[in-house]
């Protein structure tokens, strides 16, 4: 679970506890939460609300866009 030390990126002020929790199971998304409102559009499809601000600083797009680009789609 902590094997990638780029994940560790949480602040001691942004209240989290320090581990990283994700959206879904299998999704890179940051769950949303205090100080992480899901607001923010996916960069690769426009959708709006579709990222966190964790997530757009860890350059992310959205769980349809990472599944196209890993293969995972049609
Ligand atoms: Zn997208």
Partial sequence: MYDNPDD????????????????NEGSALRAAGP?????LPCPTCGEPDRLTPADRRLGYQCDPCADRQEGWGD
């Fill in 35 to 39: 100080g992480n409102p899901r607001n």
């Fill in 8 to 23: 560790v990126y949480y602040g001691p002020d942004d209240g989290y506890d320090g581990a990283p929790q994700f959206a």
